[in-house]
């Protein structure tokens, strides 16, 4: 069909018409000069035509033509495609234009010549002589009377979710925007409505209103009426014991819940797997179609308890067959707690390492000083308890106790180095051997020394030699002496010293009944108040002052009570003066009539 001139009809359509109607021959004019006025020759094909047929055949095609009308969605076939715009043949006169940008996807045209599509007819003859056309009009109008017709029925229409906005979400439905309020997204309340953007849904309209461009939508009014549908065929099957599939609908720190057709079901984390899970989202994530066992089922209320571990066996119920006392196994730490630590033996068996049972002489505070979590170890079977579902494990028992053969590679008296691994009040630990510590008490640190606390004399991680006291193997004790490294010097001082002796000494301290003389490092002897002078003295610091070096004649030696008694005022004199009620030992300044006895008692 020309463009050139929407009121010129081309050859081919006349051609038509004349097919479609003959002609029959004109009778001869009367007036020859008039028949040439009168008729028309067809050049092609030498037929000849009346005016009066002429026009016929015009109002003809015309008339044919004169159906659509602006306003109107019409079907229309495409002719061509250019850069600007789809020349689409809707069965007028002239053909009709649409602008390009109706028929694209992005990029892409999505029409191709010989299609056939809808369009609205916005006016029947531009100024180019096109019929005006609209793609999109003729969608939205189509869309509205969709809708219009689901409002009214009850039917429902497909949208996709566009956006969020206040209050729920804009829905797309063939252009034409729509209102989804949060309330009507899901029969649950919905926290995250941003997942449901570029979803295509289908929906319910509850209200429209063309004139004002207001459609509201509901998507939980439709899945109300299918859950009634699927419950209703649900209940009807559904009891214990059966297997059934359903979709993993949400999920939450104790368990899923699971859609099984309109009624859902509650999986608790406990009866998701034989072992040890910290979430449910390590199995499961929402949209997972699962099968599950029915555990209970409470029709009057409609509650559901569902089982995932039940689909398959019990490994506790074999665990005997699999795990004997005093086999050898190996595990993965999968948790750390103040008593032990749990190792997972197989998918759903765990055994417990005990504290107590990781090593044979160190004490362990807490297990993470030598384990740590996803570690693999190798531990013994100790104990099987299938119907607690206990297996008890030990650690140490990969080797050998060291305490057991300690008396193989010691002996009292042997001399030992060892390192300060840990200093208490009462004494300092020395690791002498991996797992072998031995006790340093406070007192067996020096001979001399008075030492309140072994800090004063070790530090932790010192390289120290001591001597072997005491093994206790059944206990797992051993005794060390570090002072007896050396000769007891009060020993050495006894033998070597008599009664008479005189030896020099520093004052050293004071008490209310004399004055302590320190004799050599660590050895002191008692000066009694009555023995610091020829003079009667009443306070030792009236006759002396401290760190004043003198000489000292011995009066009285215990080499039980390690206690020496000295004199200032016998040096000199062939015979030591006594006096009986002078000396003493005790802070109370008083003799006891024992000590009296001793002086009295001549020298055996």
């Known amino acids: 069909m020309s463009t050139d001139n929407p009121n010129n ?13 003959p002609v029959a021959p004109a009778p001869e004019a ?12 067809d050049a092609d094909n030498g037929e000849t035509f009346s005016d009066e047929d002429f026009g016929s055949i015009l109002a003809q095609h015309e008339q044919s033509h004169s159906d659509i009308s602006e306003g109107e969605v019409v079907k229309g076939t495409v002719v061509k495609i250019t850069n600007q715009d789809v020349i689409i043949n809707v069965g007028f006169k002239s053909e009709g234009i649409v602008k390009i940008n109706e028929f694209k996807d992005g990029d892409q045209v999505t029409v191709q010549p010989g299609d056939v599509v809808d369009v ?14 609209s793609r999109a009009d003729a969608v939205r109008m189509q869309t509205w009377d969709l809708i219009e017709k689901a409002a009214r029925e009850g039917t429902t229409v497909i949208g996709r979710v566009s956006d969020r906005i206040k209050g729920g979400l804009r829905v797309d439905i063939g252009g034409i925007q729509a209102f989804l309020p949060g309330s009507q997204v899901d029969v649950r309340p919905v926290r995250n409505l941003d997942a449901f953007r570029n979803k295509d849904m289908e929906f319910l309209v509850l209200k429209v209103n063309k004139k004002r461009s207001n459609i509201v939508l509901s998507r939980k009014a439709l ?3 299918q859950n009634e549908k699927e419950k209703a065929s649900t209940l009807k099957n559904l009891e214990e014991g059966i297997i059934i599939e359903g979709q993993v609908k949400n999920i939450t720190e104790y368990g899923i819940f699971i859609d099984l057709g309109g009624l859902d079901g509650l999986l608790h984390i406990t009866d998701m797997s034989w072992g040890r899970i910290q979430n449910p989202s390590e199995l499961f994530k929402v949209g997972d179609n699962i099968q599950v066992k029915v555990l209970k089922f409470d029709r009057d209320r409609e509650r559901v308890s569902l089982g995932y571990k039940q689909l398959v066996p019990d490994p506790w119920a074999t665990v005997n067959e699999r795990f004997a006392i ?16 749990f190792l997972e033996l197989e998918p759903g068996v765990e055994g417990l390492v005990h504290v107590s049972e990781m090593s044979w002489s160190k004490r362990v505070k807490h297990p993470s000083k030598m384990l740590n979590v996803g570690q693999d170890i190798e531990a013994v079977v100790l104990e099987v308890d299938p119907n607690n579902r206990r297996i008890s494990l030990g650690m140490k028992q990969i080797e050998s106790n060291p305490w057991d053969t300690l008396l193989e590679r010691y002996a009292i008296g042997t001399r030992v180095k060892g390192k300060v691994r840990n200093l208490t009040d009462f004494g300092a630990f020395v690791e002498i051997e991996e797992g072998i510590d031995g006790l340093v008490h406070v007192s067996d640190i020096s001979w001399t020394k008075r030492i309140k606390h072994p ?25 060390l002496s570090i002072k007896d490294l050396e000769p007891n010097a009060w020993d050495r001082f006894f033998d070597e010293k008599k009664l008479g002796d005189v030896i020099t ?3 050293s301290r004071f008490a209310n009944f004399g004055a302590f003389v320190e004799i050599e490092d660590g050895i002191e002897g008692l000066c009694h108040v009555s023995e610091l002078s020829e003079n009667h003295v009443d306070k030792p610091e009236d006759a002396v002052q401290i760190g004043q070096t003198m000489q000292f004649k011995i009066l009285k030696m215990d080499p039980d009570a390690k206690k020496i008694g000295l004199s200032v005022r016998a040096v000199g004199k062939d015979e030591p003066i006594i006096d009986v009620r002078s000396y003493t030992s005790s802070d109370s300044g008083m003799a006891s009539l024992g000590e009296i006895a001793d002086f009295n008692r001549p020298d055996e």
């Open 9 to 21: 009809i081309t050859s081919g359509g006349a051609a038509e018409a004349v097919e479609a109607a």
């Open 120 to 133: 609205l007819v916005k006016q029947l003859e531009n100024n180019d002589g096109y019929v005006e056309l």
């Open 223 to 225: 899945l109300e009426a």
């Open 505 to 507: 000494g520093k004052i």
């Open 326 to 341: 005093s086999t050898r196994v190996s595990g993965k730490v999968v948790s750390l707690t103040d008593y032990g630590a």
């Open 455 to 479: 800090s004063e004399a070790l530090k932790k991680n010192q390289e120290v030699e001591a001597i072997i006291t005491a093994i206790d193997t059944e206990n797992r004790r051993l005794s």
């Open 30 to 41: 009367e007036n020859p000069s008039t028949a040439t006025d009168v008729t028309a020759t």
